[in-house]
């Protein structure tokens, strides 16, 4: 029996994708699997029961990565599970901002009494006049599971499409349409484009990447939408380019000190996600994460170990081992196992920086002395009996 926590209120429909096998505890260091949205966890302490944590979501932020590492806790979360419900919000920011449907919203709440609301609206709605999408440029920067669905969306609204992304990968490639420019040099989104969208992961590598610097490359009247991270963009440059005239309008998911309430940002309370349909999707995904790992050892969309599948072990036993990629290690492990006469009928070894995972499958249980001494050797985090 396999026994589960969540952190957070996780959709029942997805939880119903648990087996009989699987019992939810109230307990979370009885746990060997936790689901979690938002619920902060770096001072949470991890007992040795837990083999697993799946994010229902993209951003793991809330997830203290390395310490689960060093623990060999795999930590799982779930891309593009929410991108429609993403992708529809991008639109609808971007046709707020285009319209001043939120001043004109505001307009007719401030009149609301007006008894002749409906002649004044006729004199004073020119001053919330605004632009179509059909014809205009869009740049998307970062084409992955939500980026492809803006693209190919902007394309069907009759938009010119501009996509940027140096590490685009074939399945999102796949998916775009034909009609998007796939350009090689950002600059040119920011010299071309009328909105631009980002959809990016916060990485030290992309954290500030539209900066003040960029925002002066932009063209005058741009319209900004970032529904990712609010790190990745300098908000005071963007505040600052609105008051001068430089940004239209910025459209962001993430209210904070700096653009809640101030003119010309719209600002969404983090509802990308806060959709039935996108919780419900990643909700099952976590679970058929969570349970392909926890039943079989395999990894598949995790964010801090290397992915490694080898179906549903049909050998005598299987054994998951957590280690540094380091020269050697699988040297060490076969010695191990040949010195006990366990021979191995299938094996796999994958690495991510500076971390592996070694997955073996075995003709004959190996026995507590092996696992033992797997567990010993230099560099290995955890070793895991599956089967």
Not at 39 to 46: C, G, L, P, V
Not at 188 to 194: L, Q, R, S, V
Not at 204 to 228: C, E, F
Request: aromatic share 6%.
């Amino acid at each position: 029996m396999y026994k589960f926590h969540c952190l957070n209120n996780i959709s029942p429909i997805g939880l119903k994708n648990f087996t009989s096998q699987y019992e939810q505890v109230d307990e979370v260091r009885e746990a060997q699997g936790i689901l979690v949205r938002s619920a902060a966890m770096h001072d949470m302490e991890f007992s040795e029961n837990l083999l697993a944590i799946a994010r229902a979501g993209a951003g793991v932020n809330n997830i203290p990565l390395q310490r689960c590492v060093e623990n060999g806790i795999v930590v799982f979360n779930t891309p593009g599970a929410n991108a429609n419900g993403v992708k529809e919000l991008v639109f609808a920011g971007m046709l707020l901002a285009s319209r001043d449907v939120v001043e004109g919203v505001d307009w007719v709440r401030s009149n609301w009494n007006n008894p002749d609301i409906a002649k004044t609206a006729e004199k004073e709605k020119k001053q919330f006049a605004g632009t179509e999408l059909e014809g205009k440029k869009i740049g998307i920067i970062g084409l992955g599971a939500i980026g492809v669905r803006v693209a190919n969306t902007a394309v069907n609204f009759g938009m010119d499409v501009y996509g940027y992304d140096p590490y685009v990968s074939v399945d999102s490639a796949w998916h775009l349409s034909r009609k998007i420019n796939h350009v090689i040099r950002i600059e040119d989104i920011y010299a071309e484009c009328d909105y631009i969208t980002i959809h990016v992961p916060l990485l030290d590598s992309t954290r500030g990447m539209i900066s003040a610097d960029a925002i002066r490359q932009m063209k005058n009247g741009i319209v900004l939408i970032n529904m990712a991270r609010d790190l990745l963009v300098d908000e005071k440059a963007v505040v600052e380019a609105i008051d001068a005239g430089k940004i239209r309008r910025y459209v962001s998911d993430f209210p904070n000190p700096t653009v809640a309430g101030k003119r010309g940002c719209i600002t969404t309370p983090h509802l990308g996600a806060s959709t039935e349909e996108s919780e419900i999707n990643c909700a099952k995904m976590a679970v058929t994460e969570l349970r392909d790992y926890l039943e079989n050892g395999n990894i598949v969309n995790s964010v801090n170990y290397p992915n490694c599948s080898m179906g549903v072990c049909q050998s005598a036993g299987r054994i998951s081992i957590f280690h540094k990629n380091q020269a050697n290690m699988i040297t060490n492990f076969t010695r191990i196992m040949g010195a006990e006469c366990v021979n191995i009928a299938e094996m796999s070894n994958k690495s991510r920086g500076e971390v592996a995972y070694t997955l073996i499958d075995t003709d004959s249980r190996a026995s507590d002395a092996v696992i033992r001494q797997l567990g010993e050797v230099s560099g290995v985090y955890r070793v895991r009996v599956i089967k």
